[in-house]
């Protein structure tokens, strides 16, 4: 089993469970550890995978909680690093009544880590390096340290898996910049992912096939659509397949997609990054299932952390 590195943010997430409220409004909060790499990370430890965790927290309550989190599931938290002078990262949330979400963002530690933080990780210690960029693409260090660590993964050949995790809330007046800095990544990389949602908003596209053809047309990695219910469009060599998932009654959809990336990943940290590349349409369409199974088993739980937690390989079968 190799080693797998993730890169980007670990946060607190304060649900507002005041159903209808907004915010200013709500009174009663319950606190969630999360962050799409911070999942990832976890949901391939809980797998049985070998993993790491390169993040920055504060030093202060929630940051110890984010770091005993990821110890407990088996994630080394080695590069999960404490700053004094940042409070760890917090997104307060609420859904409205009419569908939408109040949403405050209140950055702190994650957006530092800086390229200095990172100088000591060997990339070819690890077999994969996966970056999930929801605030890695925010302007500061963290910006920075992740492009550099992709240059460094690309010039030792290490496998790069990126998944852009687009959070609207995030990037409301600057889709522009979001997907720039996407397609950089989506042509840097070796594996990426993406919700129906983001082919679309990235591609400019209208139908989910019409994304897929410009995927194909304009990057060299292979490629996951999740599509919900209906499973996952995987592109592999100028063809596009769809592999279906599994029925099940959904809770809480959060997390299903970093499940869905950490079970890949775990799969494939058994090889080398030439014999990923060497995988045929069978090989992958077998993984693609078995992603699709972990994600579609995490919608069975309320929270992604706690559906990890029965999250092992059992589930493949």
């Known amino acids: 089993m190799n080693n797998i590195l993730c890169i980007g ?9 005041d159903k209808g409220k907004s915010l200013a409004e709500g009174e009663n909060f319950l606190k969630k550890p999360g962050g799409a790499p911070t ?3 976890a949901a391939i430890a809980a797998l049985g995978g070998k993993v790491e965790l390169a993040a920055k927290v504060g030093k202060d309550p929630f940051g110890n909680q984010l770091i005993q989190v990821m110890k407990n599931f088996g994630v080394q938290t080695k590069w999960m690093l404490q700053d004094e002078k940042h409070f760890t990262t917090m997104a307060f949330v609420s859904l409205m009544q009419n569908g939408e979400r109040d949403f405050i963002f209140n950055r702190g530690a994650d957006g ?11 990339v070819e210690d690890y077999s994969i390096v996966h970056f999930g960029s929801a605030t890695g693409f925010l302007d500061g260090p963290l910006k920075d340290a992740y492009k550099n660590l992709l240059h460094e993964a690309r010039a030792k050949k290490i496998f790069v898996s990126f998944d852009p995790n687009y ?3 995030l990037f409301p007046n600057d889709t522009g910049n979001f997907k720039s800095q996407s397609w950089y990544f989506l042509q840097h990389c070796d594996f990426f992912k993406l ?3 983001e082919a679309l908003l990235i591609t400019n596209a209208t139908t989910i096939e019409e994304a897929a053809n410009i995927l194909l047309a304009k990057t060299t990695a292979n490629f996951a659509i999740t599509i919900g219910a209906k499973g996952t469009l995987f592109g592999h060599k100028n063809k596009t397949t769809i592999i279906p998932s599994i029925k099940i009654t959904p809770i809480d959809t959060t997390g299903a ?3 869905f990336v950490g079970a890949l990943l775990f799969q ?3 090889m080398n990054a030439k014999e990923i590349m060497e995988l045929s349409v069978e090989q992958w369409t077998i993984i693609i299932a078995n992603a699709n199974k972990a994600g579609a088993r995490t919608c069975e739980y309320l929270g992604a952390m706690e559906a990890f937690k029965y999250l092992n390989k059992n589930i493949f079968n």
């Open 9 to 17: 943010e670990a946060l607190i997430d304060m649900i507002c469970t």
């Open 39 to 41: 999942n990832v990370a």
């Open 112 to 122: 530092q880590l800086s390229n200095n933080d990172i100088a000591g990780i060997n």
């Open 167 to 169: 959070r609207h809330l």
């Open 195 to 197: 919700s129906d949602e």
């Open 257 to 259: 997609g970093d499940a």
């Open 268 to 270: 494939l940290s058994n």
